[in-house]
């Protein structure tokens, strides 16, 4: 396993193709449209994926016999140990779940220190089912959901004075919903901040890091938010179906036991979200995967590179007429996902549709958040600068 390098390090290595055809190399890409569509989910490297059909094979295999007789006692155990290394938190705080949705939801729905006429937080950013988990608190525990949309072109400032404003204009808040990086834009929050007027005015955060593992350098326990849920199919290349939840240790009683947990390890963080037999030899890739983020240069590397070609594409069609770019220009606040609109065209899926039409690009179109529908571009580990020339070229031409 490599060491993460200095940031200065990982700047140089963002711009060395050389280094990047020799990743781009370790994974299997289908041929077919330019996929500006990596904010869906990640693709697992060759070395991954082969050890994920050989333990899909093994445990078909074997059966019950290694998962009662191994998995269950040892393998179990290891894989924890290896994601709380991961995270870089105490084993007991964090446990696998099947999804961030999972992870999120199960925070969200067994969180149990409201009182009657407690208020809860979210904001226009926020992933939709989050948002939906959070309205559900107002029918079944009876708080009152407060829903704020950010100011937009958004800055550092405006975020925090956003959730300052809430915090001072709100005082029955009990609980909010922080989005690391939001899938509408892919701003990316101050969350350190933010969870410390939270935590001034007695608010509790769920963190949502679903975009954040992988690619943003952080470390969870200085965030500040007691609890939070990440999932690792995105940036960490594993495996679809592997989420984690975190929950910070002197917390562990604000959450419930899941409705079918209760006598389940009542201690233990496991017990917080559902219990169903895991995708186990998904769990079992876990030690491939962490090898090769560590690998590639960890989060650090694969972050600059990220941003490095976000810059890329970014730079050169900002200043064109006919083309907001809604993700600001502040390093501190964007990662890999940047959204735009095309502002002389009103309908942006027919734009989205025209660029896979006649460009052969594949984005997305997001909306939902304050400031409007928007085209969703994110490059991957195989994204060349080809790939952004092409993009640059049809934005130019589609923007007039
Ligand atoms: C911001 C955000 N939160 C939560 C999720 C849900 O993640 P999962 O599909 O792992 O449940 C997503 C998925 O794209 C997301 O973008």
Redesign the pocket.
């Known amino acids: 396993m490599s060491t993460c390098p200095a940031l200065h390090d990982a700047n140089t290595l963002a711009r060395d193709e050389g280094y990047w055809q020799r990743i781009a190399a370790d994974y299997e890409v289908e041929p077919g449209p330019i996929n500006f569509e990596y904010?869906?989910f990640g693709r697992m490297t060759r070395t991954v994926a082969e050890q994920y059909q050989q333990n899909i094979a093994f445990i078909n295999r074997s059966n019950s016999l290694h998962v009662r007789q191994q998995f269950e006692q040892q393998d179990n155990l290891r894989i924890h140990a290896a994601l709380a290394e991961l995270v870089q938190v105490a084993p007991e705080t964090v446990a696998l779940t099947q999804?961030?949705?999972?992870a999120?939801q199960s925070l969200i729905r067994n969180y149990n220190a409201f009182k009657p006429g407690d208020q809860v937080l979210i904001s226009d950013l926020?992933?939709d089912?989050?948002q939906n988990a959070m309205r559900w608190l107002a029918r079944n525990r009876g708080v009152e959901v407060i829903e704020i949309s950010h100011p937009h072109p958004a800055s550092h400032d405006s975020l925090l004075q956003s959730y300052e404003s809430a915090l001072l204009r709100y005082p029955r808040l009990k609980l909010m919903v922080l989005?690391h990086?939001?899938?509408r834009t892919g701003l990316v929050m101050p969350v350190q901040a933010i969870a410390a007027k939270a935590r001034a005015a007695g608010v509790d955060v769920v963190l949502?890091g679903?975009?954040a593992l992988g690619q943003l350098d952080f470390r969870l326990d200085e965030l500040g938010v007691a609890f939070a849920?990440y999932?690792l199919?995105?940036w960490m290349g594993a495996p679809l179906s592997l989420?984690v939840i975190y929950i910070q240790q002197d917390r562990l009683q604000a959450i419930d036991p899941d409705m079918a947990a209760l006598d389940y390890l009542p201690h233990s963080i496991q017990s917080r979200t559902p219990y169903g037999t895991p995708n186990i030899p998904a769990w079992l890739t876990l030690p491939t995967v962490f090898a090769e983020h560590q690998a590639m240069g960890g989060s650090t590397v694969k972050g600059a590179r990220l941003k490095y070609l976000r810059d890329l594409w970014v730079s050169q069609v900002q200043e064109l007429d006919g083309i907001e770019v809604l993700t600001p220009d502040d390093p501190r606040l964007y990662s890999a996902i940047t959204s735009f609109r095309f502002t002389r065209h009103a309908d942006q899926q027919a734009m989205a549709q025209r660029l896979l039409d006649e460009y052969n690009l594949f984005t997305v179109v997001r909306a939902g958040s304050a400031c409007g529908p928007c085209i969703r571009v994110t490059p991957g580990f195989t994204t060349t600068l080809e790939e952004v020339r092409v993009l640059v070229g049809a934005l130019a031409e589609l923007s007039r």
């Open positions: 904010g869906y999804s961030a949705s999972a999120l926020e992933y089912s989050i989005t990086v939001t899938h949502d679903a975009h849920g999932n199919q995105k989420g």
